[in-house]
Protein backbone atom coordinates (compact mmCIF):
# COMPACT_ATOMS: atom_id res chain seq x y z
CA UNK A 1 0.00 0.00 0.00
CA UNK A 2 0.90 3.56 -0.64
CA UNK A 3 0.54 6.82 1.18
CA UNK A 4 0.63 9.80 -0.72
CA UNK A 5 1.89 13.31 0.59
CA UNK A 6 -0.69 14.56 2.64
CA UNK A 7 -1.50 11.75 4.56
CA UNK A 8 2.19 11.42 5.63
CA UNK A 9 2.38 14.97 6.40
CA UNK A 10 -0.66 13.97 8.84
CA UNK A 11 0.94 11.13 10.02
CA UNK A 12 4.22 13.10 11.08
CA UNK A 13 1.88 15.86 13.08
CA UNK A 14 0.18 13.34 14.61
CA UNK A 15 3.00 11.18 15.65
CA UNK A 16 5.15 14.11 17.04
CA UNK A 17 1.53 15.41 18.78
CA UNK A 18 1.13 12.07 19.97
CA UNK A 19 4.74 11.36 21.12
CA UNK A 20 4.68 15.19 23.01
CA UNK A 21 1.58 14.65 25.19
CA UNK A 22 3.15 11.09 26.13
CA UNK A 23 6.24 12.86 27.64
CA UNK A 24 3.80 15.24 29.35
CA UNK A 25 1.68 12.81 31.11
CA UNK A 26 5.36 10.80 32.32
CA UNK A 27 7.15 13.55 33.74
CA UNK A 28 4.13 16.41 34.96
CA UNK A 29 4.45 16.06 38.26
CA UNK A 30 6.43 17.53 40.65
CA UNK A 31 8.39 20.19 38.63
CA UNK A 32 9.35 23.40 39.29
CA UNK A 33 8.46 26.30 37.39
CA UNK A 34 9.51 29.90 36.20
CA UNK A 35 6.90 32.86 37.22
CA UNK A 36 7.20 34.95 34.46
CA UNK A 37 5.97 38.38 36.06
CA UNK A 38 8.87 37.42 38.39
CA UNK A 39 10.96 37.39 35.62
CA UNK A 40 10.30 40.69 34.14
CA UNK A 41 9.96 42.25 36.92
CA UNK A 42 13.32 41.18 38.48
CA UNK A 43 14.50 42.26 34.94
CA UNK A 44 13.23 45.56 35.19
CA UNK A 45 14.47 46.17 38.79
CA UNK A 46 18.02 45.40 37.22
CA UNK A 47 21.38 47.95 38.72
CA UNK A 48 22.67 48.41 35.08
CA UNK A 49 23.40 51.65 32.85
CA UNK A 50 21.66 52.94 30.71
CA UNK A 51 18.40 51.80 32.82
CA UNK A 52 16.17 49.11 30.34
CA UNK A 53 12.50 49.73 29.68
CA UNK A 54 10.91 46.73 27.96
CA UNK A 55 8.22 47.02 25.77
CA UNK A 56 5.06 45.10 25.65
CA UNK A 57 6.70 42.86 22.76
CA UNK A 58 9.59 42.20 24.88
CA UNK A 59 7.35 41.19 27.96
CA UNK A 60 5.31 38.88 25.40
CA UNK A 61 8.40 37.34 24.85
CA UNK A 62 10.05 36.74 28.06
CA UNK A 63 6.41 35.31 28.94
CA UNK A 64 6.74 32.81 26.03
CA UNK A 65 10.09 31.93 26.71
CA UNK A 66 8.96 30.92 30.20
CA UNK A 67 6.01 29.21 29.39
CA UNK A 68 8.07 26.76 26.94
CA UNK A 69 10.54 26.38 29.97
CA UNK A 70 8.05 25.18 32.00
CA UNK A 71 6.48 22.88 29.55
CA UNK A 72 10.21 21.58 28.67
CA UNK A 73 10.46 20.79 32.65
CA UNK A 74 7.67 18.74 33.16
CA UNK A 75 8.68 16.92 29.91
CA UNK A 76 11.55 14.50 30.13
CA UNK A 77 11.96 13.86 26.49
CA UNK A 78 15.02 15.82 24.96
CA UNK A 79 15.84 18.03 28.01
CA UNK A 80 15.91 21.14 25.43
CA UNK A 81 14.69 23.94 28.22
CA UNK A 82 17.88 25.38 28.47
CA UNK A 83 17.39 26.64 24.98
CA UNK A 84 14.27 28.04 26.06
CA UNK A 85 15.51 30.36 28.99
CA UNK A 86 14.23 33.76 28.95
CA UNK A 87 17.73 34.49 31.02
CA UNK A 88 19.17 34.33 27.62
CA UNK A 89 17.86 37.80 26.18
CA UNK A 90 18.05 39.05 30.00
CA UNK A 91 21.88 38.49 30.90
CA UNK A 92 22.48 39.35 26.99
CA UNK A 93 21.50 42.34 27.23
CA UNK A 94 23.44 43.16 30.29
CA UNK A 95 26.32 41.60 28.65
CA UNK A 96 26.22 44.08 25.77
CA UNK A 97 25.48 46.87 27.88
CA UNK A 98 28.14 46.51 30.52
CA UNK A 99 30.63 45.97 27.62
CA UNK A 100 29.58 49.19 25.80
CA UNK A 101 28.97 51.91 29.17
CA UNK A 102 30.25 52.50 31.77
CA UNK A 103 29.17 50.62 35.19
CA UNK A 104 29.85 52.57 37.96
CA UNK A 105 27.15 51.65 40.48
CA UNK A 106 26.40 55.28 40.78
CA UNK A 107 23.52 57.75 40.05
CA UNK A 108 24.12 59.61 36.50
CA UNK A 109 24.11 63.19 35.65
CA UNK A 110 22.13 62.16 32.30
CA UNK A 111 18.57 60.85 31.61
CA UNK A 112 19.60 58.16 28.95
CA UNK A 113 17.54 55.03 29.50
CA UNK A 114 17.33 52.28 26.53
CA UNK A 115 13.90 51.43 25.82
CA UNK A 116 14.59 47.30 24.75
CA UNK A 117 11.81 45.43 21.79
CA UNK A 118 12.55 41.62 21.61
CA UNK A 119 10.42 39.85 19.01
CA UNK A 120 10.99 35.88 19.58
CA UNK A 121 9.33 33.57 16.92
CA UNK A 122 10.10 29.85 17.73
CA UNK A 123 10.21 27.32 14.98
CA UNK A 124 7.69 24.21 16.01
CA UNK A 125 9.12 21.69 13.50
CA UNK A 126 12.74 20.35 12.50
CA UNK A 127 13.03 23.05 9.45
CA UNK A 128 11.23 25.65 10.50
CA UNK A 129 12.91 28.94 11.65
CA UNK A 130 13.74 30.68 15.02
CA UNK A 131 14.62 34.03 15.64
CA UNK A 132 14.97 37.12 17.53
CA UNK A 133 14.83 40.90 16.95
CA UNK A 134 16.36 43.41 18.84
CA UNK A 135 15.94 46.97 18.81
CA UNK A 136 16.99 48.99 21.75
CA UNK A 137 15.92 52.77 21.30
CA UNK A 138 18.23 55.31 23.06
CA UNK A 139 16.12 57.91 24.97
CA UNK A 140 17.39 60.68 26.85
CA UNK A 141 14.16 62.68 28.13
CA UNK A 142 12.27 63.21 24.96
CA UNK A 143 15.16 63.00 22.80
CA UNK A 144 15.81 59.76 20.63
CA UNK A 145 19.76 59.72 20.86
CA UNK A 146 19.32 56.47 18.27
CA UNK A 147 17.91 53.22 17.29
CA UNK A 148 20.32 49.87 17.17
CA UNK A 149 18.90 46.66 15.88
CA UNK A 150 20.02 42.92 16.22
CA UNK A 151 18.60 39.98 14.45
CA UNK A 152 19.49 36.17 14.37
CA UNK A 153 18.03 33.30 12.74
CA UNK A 154 18.11 29.12 13.17
CA UNK A 155 16.51 26.44 11.75
CA UNK A 156 15.35 23.87 14.08
CA UNK A 157 17.43 21.05 14.00
CA UNK A 158 16.69 17.22 13.84
CA UNK A 159 15.09 15.74 15.82
CA UNK A 160 13.53 18.90 17.35
CA UNK A 161 14.42 18.55 20.75
CA UNK A 162 15.72 22.51 21.11
CA UNK A 163 14.59 24.92 18.36
CA UNK A 164 17.87 26.50 18.24
CA UNK A 165 17.12 29.85 20.29
CA UNK A 166 20.33 30.08 21.97
CA UNK A 167 21.61 29.84 18.33
CA UNK A 168 19.46 32.61 17.09
CA UNK A 169 20.09 34.79 20.54
CA UNK A 170 23.67 34.78 20.31
CA UNK A 171 23.86 35.90 16.24
CA UNK A 172 20.90 38.66 17.44
CA UNK A 173 23.39 40.06 19.86
CA UNK A 174 26.72 40.39 18.06
CA UNK A 175 24.75 42.09 15.38
CA UNK A 176 23.18 44.19 17.74
CA UNK A 177 26.99 44.78 19.87
CA UNK A 178 28.48 45.41 16.51
CA UNK A 179 25.74 48.20 15.61
CA UNK A 180 26.02 49.67 19.08
CA UNK A 181 29.97 49.99 18.40
CA UNK A 182 29.57 51.77 15.33
CA UNK A 183 26.84 54.26 16.54
CA UNK A 184 27.80 57.84 15.62
CA UNK A 185 24.87 59.37 17.64
CA UNK A 186 25.79 57.64 20.85
CA UNK A 187 29.42 58.53 19.98
CA UNK A 188 29.17 62.14 19.54
CA UNK A 189 26.42 62.53 22.57
CA UNK A 190 28.91 60.53 25.25
CA UNK A 191 32.09 62.73 23.63
CA UNK A 192 30.21 65.71 25.50
CA UNK A 193 30.06 63.70 28.71
CA UNK A 194 33.22 62.49 28.21
CA UNK A 195 34.97 65.85 28.03
CA UNK A 196 33.33 66.92 31.11
CA UNK A 197 34.35 63.55 33.19
CA UNK A 198 38.30 64.53 32.00
CA UNK A 199 38.29 67.80 33.20
CA UNK A 200 37.45 66.75 36.50
CA UNK A 201 39.82 63.89 36.38
CA UNK A 202 42.56 66.54 35.15
CA UNK A 203 41.88 68.49 37.92
CA UNK A 204 42.21 65.90 40.58
CA UNK A 205 45.45 66.15 42.74
CA UNK A 206 46.01 62.32 42.96
CA UNK A 207 44.87 60.09 40.14
CA UNK A 208 43.10 56.98 41.62
CA UNK A 209 44.80 53.12 40.94
CA UNK A 210 43.03 51.09 38.36
CA UNK A 211 40.45 48.52 39.84
CA UNK A 212 41.75 44.74 39.93
CA UNK A 213 39.25 43.86 37.26
CA UNK A 214 40.94 46.17 35.30
CA UNK A 215 44.23 44.82 35.53
CA UNK A 216 42.75 41.23 35.22
CA UNK A 217 41.49 42.57 31.66
CA UNK A 218 44.92 43.95 30.89
CA UNK A 219 46.73 40.32 31.70
CA UNK A 220 43.60 39.13 28.99
CA UNK A 221 44.49 41.56 26.84
CA UNK A 222 48.35 41.00 26.83
CA UNK A 223 47.93 37.56 25.88
CA UNK A 224 45.77 37.86 23.24
CA UNK A 225 48.55 40.27 21.30
CA UNK A 226 51.17 37.72 22.05
CA UNK A 227 48.86 35.33 19.85
CA UNK A 228 48.39 37.73 17.39
CA UNK A 229 44.39 38.23 18.16
CA UNK A 230 44.40 42.01 17.99
CA UNK A 231 40.59 41.69 17.42
CA UNK A 232 40.24 40.02 21.01
CA UNK A 233 42.97 42.49 22.49
CA UNK A 234 40.37 45.35 21.15
CA UNK A 235 37.50 43.45 23.05
CA UNK A 236 39.51 43.60 26.15
CA UNK A 237 40.39 46.72 25.59
CA UNK A 238 36.57 48.12 25.61
CA UNK A 239 35.71 45.82 28.55
CA UNK A 240 38.41 47.53 31.03
CA UNK A 241 37.55 50.91 29.91
CA UNK A 242 33.41 50.92 30.42
CA UNK A 243 34.73 50.10 33.69
CA UNK A 244 37.45 52.53 33.71
CA UNK A 245 37.68 55.06 30.58
CA UNK A 246 39.88 57.58 33.02
CA UNK A 247 42.62 55.83 31.96
CA UNK A 248 44.82 57.28 29.44
CA UNK A 249 47.42 54.52 28.16
CA UNK A 250 44.17 52.45 27.62
CA UNK A 251 42.60 55.35 25.55
CA UNK A 252 45.48 55.45 23.47
CA UNK A 253 46.70 51.93 23.14
CA UNK A 254 42.97 50.45 21.95
CA UNK A 255 43.31 53.53 19.28
CA UNK A 256 46.60 52.09 17.99
CA UNK A 257 45.22 48.54 18.31
CA UNK A 258 42.09 49.68 16.37
CA UNK A 259 44.05 51.42 13.50
CA UNK A 260 45.90 48.12 13.28
CA UNK A 261 42.52 46.31 12.50
CA UNK A 262 41.70 49.08 9.94
CA UNK A 263 38.43 50.55 12.19
CA UNK A 264 39.24 54.10 12.12
CA UNK A 265 36.20 55.53 13.88
CA UNK A 266 36.70 53.92 16.74
CA UNK A 267 40.57 54.76 16.97
CA UNK A 268 39.67 58.27 16.38
CA UNK A 269 36.95 57.78 19.27
CA UNK A 270 40.13 56.31 21.40
CA UNK A 271 42.93 59.08 20.52
CA UNK A 272 40.10 61.84 21.15
CA UNK A 273 39.70 60.38 24.46
CA UNK A 274 43.22 60.07 25.66
CA UNK A 275 44.19 63.56 24.40
CA UNK A 276 41.05 64.67 26.77
CA UNK A 277 42.49 62.98 29.24
CA UNK A 278 46.09 63.96 28.38
CA UNK A 279 46.27 67.13 26.67
CA UNK A 280 49.49 67.88 27.04
CA UNK A 281 51.26 65.05 26.94
CA UNK A 282 54.80 64.91 24.54
CA UNK A 283 52.88 63.13 21.73
CA UNK A 284 50.03 65.43 21.77
CA UNK A 285 50.92 66.42 18.41
CA UNK A 286 51.51 63.22 17.03
CA UNK A 287 47.80 61.84 18.10
CA UNK A 288 46.65 64.64 16.93
CA UNK A 289 47.82 64.30 13.65
CA UNK A 290 46.90 60.37 13.56
CA UNK A 291 43.53 61.63 13.74
CA UNK A 292 43.43 63.44 10.90
CA UNK A 293 44.72 60.42 9.01
CA UNK A 294 42.12 58.35 10.33
CA UNK A 295 39.76 60.72 9.82
CA UNK A 296 40.32 60.43 6.10
CA UNK A 297 40.70 56.70 5.56
CA UNK A 298 37.20 56.50 7.45
CA UNK A 299 35.57 58.88 4.52
CA UNK A 300 37.05 56.29 2.08
CA UNK A 301 35.42 53.83 4.11
CA UNK A 302 38.76 51.91 5.47
Same mark, same amino acid.
Given at each position: ? *????? +??????????????? +???? %???????????? !??????????????? *??????? $???????????????????????????????????????????????????? @??? @???? *??? %???????? !?????????? &??? /? !?????????????????????? /???????? =???????????? %????? &??????????????????????? =???? +? =???????????????? &?????? $?????????? /?????????????????? !?????????????????????? +????????????
Amino acid at each position: M *RFNSS +IKVEFYRIFVLAFFL +IGIS %LSVSGCATLNPD !TVINNFEKTKIYPPI *RLTENTE $LSLKKLTSHVNMCDNFSFGGGADDFQPSIITEGIRHVLSRRFVQSGEETENN @LVM @LLDA *RVK %LGMFSGTT !TSLDLTGTFI &DGS /Q !TIDVINGHGQAIVPWPASNVGF /QKAAEAAF =VQFDGNLKRSER %LKNYF &DVIFEQKAKAWRAMPQKPPLPEE =VHRL +I =VLKDDAIQNNDFSKAA &DYYEQA $LAIDPMWPAG /QYNAAMIYSELGSYPMAV !THMKHYLALEPAAANARASQDK +IYIWEEKAKGGQ
